[in-house]
């Protein structure tokens, strides 16, 4: 949750109308294991996208309620989102500061 919430900023906390999150605070959805992110329908194509990555980087799997299925990431999202150097920065995000404010360590989940 921190990974995307350091992409794009908490619904509480969106000034410019540029956050995906169509409820907040966003840490409300997370129960036990399980973290709901309820999104805006634009930009959800985008957000989901970039959950997939850093869950995919994080040993996490992302699931889509709407379709039921398991949300794996398309070639197309592939071509431009590094796994590899997405968990090397993860890895070294977590051991500066667990709640990182640094956005480069995300900012492989855009085009």
């Known amino acids: ?16 109308d540029i956050s995906p999150w169509s409820t907040g605070p ?13 999104m805006r329908y634009s930009m959800a194509d985008e957000a989901s996208a970039c959950a997939t990555a850093v ?13 039921q299925q398991v949300r794996k990431q398309s070639p197309a999202e592939l071509a431009y989102i590094d796994i590899e150097e997405l968990r090397k920065q993860l890895r070294e ?19």
Not at 1 to 16: R, S
Not at 26 to 38: K, M, Q, S, T
């Open 1 to 16: 949750m921190i990974a995307l919430l350091e992409q794009w900023p908490d619904l509480t906390e969106d000034e410019d």
């Open 26 to 38: 966003l840490i409300v959805e997370a129960r036990g294991p399980l973290i709901y992110f309820p």
């Open 55 to 67: 869950a995919a980087a994080m040993g996490l799997v992302c699931y889509d309620p709407q379709t």
């Open 93 to 111: 995000a977590r051991m500066v500061n667990r709640v990182s404010s640094r956005p480069e360590v995300y900012s492989r989940c855009q085009p």
